[in-house]
């Protein structure tokens, strides 16, 4: 009887790649996780219950086939799970980098409820394609049938460019319009090289433009293009803007030089790393470097800002938090790693205002910040949310020195209908578009809409979602939805 090769959480333990130690990560923006060997890759898939009803696959937004490519995986059978993998995910190397597999995936696997932790289904994901590439298994696309209608894709970010994927596996034209350099929007200029390293991003760019799919960028839509121009050279409209307003800080001398936006500061470093001389880097502006810097939020964006200010040589990192760590948005592994970095948060605390020089008796009058007043808070009654409310404890406050605040308070998006002059595109009270859900399509006509800007601030994985249930639904729509492409 053949031997068994799956279902071995009872005698393998649930091994992640190797960690580099943070003494030397912090010293770089590369990845922090190595790469599986081929035989802990096996080891470690070998695990999977292969489960009738695979929860793990119910609560992957892209309903991977997962139990398929873990099975394929043990048994070295590495191209066809690759096969299996990228039929329902368009960068899996990427969301196997930077999903949060503990609240997806891999938080409702059964060997985890079990006790014996979960398969590591991020890292084989990530194995599998990144083998796959090395292997020259991932090859631009080649439809069967080149069509005649053309889609506008505005946003270079992971919901446009998995709907470009699906639209030209079909043999539509696609254009992507971006306001950027480059593609990859914030897998490019908002997630640090430390998560997902820029060569993982690029080639992806490089791929679907082997594919056909044409990138016109450092295009501002709505300033260097108008919507109607776009609108009316093409069949169908995709709006993947994603979302960039953010939320800004009330209080005293919140204006001061020195109080920066995440997404500048996130921008400005991921340019550095491709190269470029970024004038506001230079300047020491958006430049942790030597400064004693405060970082104020709770979710992903600020664990990126905090572990990127250690990379540049800050001198001490503090994370302000209104709520506790159990209560906070972010990634708690990020913060595990941020804290072996030397990052210190400090809980249930929030700025009440910033003093410059110009606040000191003899300071200087240059209107940089020198210090955050800071105020304790203490966790109320629950809101309706069923989250408990952080309420102010009354003469908690005290001074902290600082010379670079960030504001890591999350984005909202912008005003789509009034930059873009098109009062009839549907919002909701949060300006986010508004889109039939399942397909994207929006108010206007042959317009959809994909991605944060549709469900506010989430995820790659979920964007990468939306932009393959939209392409089916532009097919469909464009009566396009008849032939399958060739890789
Ligand atoms: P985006 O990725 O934002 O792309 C939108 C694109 O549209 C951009 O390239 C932008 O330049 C372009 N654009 C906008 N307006 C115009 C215009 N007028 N004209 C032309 N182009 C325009 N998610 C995860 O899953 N895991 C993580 O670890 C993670 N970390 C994150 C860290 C940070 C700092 C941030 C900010 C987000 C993070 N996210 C993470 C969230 C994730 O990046 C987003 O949910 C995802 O990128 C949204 O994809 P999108 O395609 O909707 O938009
Ligand atoms: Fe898990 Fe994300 Fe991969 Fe789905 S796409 S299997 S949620 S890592
Ligand atoms: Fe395998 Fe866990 Fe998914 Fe079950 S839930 S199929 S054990 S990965």
């Known amino acids: 009887m053949a031997k068994q090769p799956m279902l071995k959480f009872v005698t393998v333990e649930r091994d992640m790649p190797e960690k580099r130690e943070a003494g030397a990560r912090k010293q770089d ?26 929860y793990c696959q119910s609560h992957c937004p892209l309903h991977n086939n997962i139990p398929d490519w873990l099975r394929l995986t043990a048994t070295n059978r590495l191209e066809e799970a690759y096969e299996v993998s990228q039929a329902t995910n368009t960068f899996p190397e990427i969301c196997g980098r930077i999903c949060p597999q503990d609240r997806l ?20 994901e990530k194995y599998i394609t990144d083998t796959a590439w090395d292997k020259g298994w991932v090859k631009p696309i080649t439809p069967v049938q080149e069509r005649d209608e053309s889609v506008a894709i505005i946003g270079a970010g992971p919901g446009g460019l998995a709907a470009a994927d699906m639209l030209r596996r079909e043999g539509v034209q696609v254009t992507v319009y971006d306001r950027y350099d480059r593609g990859g929007g914030l897998m490019t200029y ?11 991003v690029m080639r992806r760019i490089e791929l679907l433009e082997k594919s056909g799919v044409e990138f016109v960028l450092n295009c501002n839509v709505g300033e260097d293009l108008s919507f109607d121009a776009i609108r009316g050279k ?29 997404i500048d500061y996130l921008t400005a470093s991921n340019k550095v790393g491709f190269g470029d001389e970024v004038a506001e880097y230079e300047s020491g502006e958006l430049n942790a470097e030597g400064k004693k810097v405060i ?27 209104r709520r506790d760590r159990a209560n906070m948005p972010g990634s708690q592994r990020e913060v595990a790693n941020a804290e072996e970095e030397g990052v210190e948060f400090v809980w249930l605390t929030a700025p009440k205002g910033f003093t410059s020089g110009v606040d000191e008796p003899g300071g200087a009058a240059d209107g940089v910040v020198r210090s955050a007043m800071i105020q304790r808070m203490r966790l109320g009654a629950p809101d309706a949310s069923g989250r408990q409310s952080p309420e102010l404890i009354e003469g908690s406050d005290y001074a902290e020195d600082a010379d670079l605040v960030i504001k890591a308070l999350g984005f909202e998006a912008e005003d789509l209908p009034a930059l873009w002059n098109q009062p009839e595109l549907e919002v909701t009270r949060w300006g986010t578009v508004r889109a039939e ?8 006509d042959g317009v959809y809409a994909v991605g944060d800007i549709v469900r506010g601030a989430s995820l790659v994985v979920w964007a990468i979602r939306d932009g393959r249930d939209c392409a ?11 032939v399958m492409a060739a890789e």
Do not use: W
């Open 29 to 54: 923006f590369n990845e922090i996780y190595a790469e599986y060997a081929a035989r802990k890759a096996e080891e470690q898939s070998a695990r999977c219950s292969q489960c009738g009803v695979p």
């Open 105 to 124: 995936c891999e938080g409702n696997c059964v060997i985890e409820q079990s006790g014996h932790g979960t398969v590591t289904i991020g890292a084989v």
């Open 190 to 200: 908002g997630i640090p090289g430390f998560k997902l390293e820029k060569d993982v």
């Open 234 to 262: 093409h069949d169908a409209v995709l709006i993947a803007t994603g979302v960039y307003k953010s939320r800004e800080l009330p209080g005293p001398g919140a204006g001061s030089q020195g109080i920066v936006r995440a």
């Open 295 to 321: 970082v104020i939020g709770g979710g992903d964006t600020a664990m990126d800002c905090v572990r990127t200010a250690i990379r540049q040589g800050a001198e001490s990192v503090k994370c302000l938090y």
């Open 437 to 444: 859900f399942g397909s994207g399509r929006t108010s206007l």
């Open 472 to 482: 089916a639904a532009i097919l469909q729509d464009l009566g396009a939805a008849t």
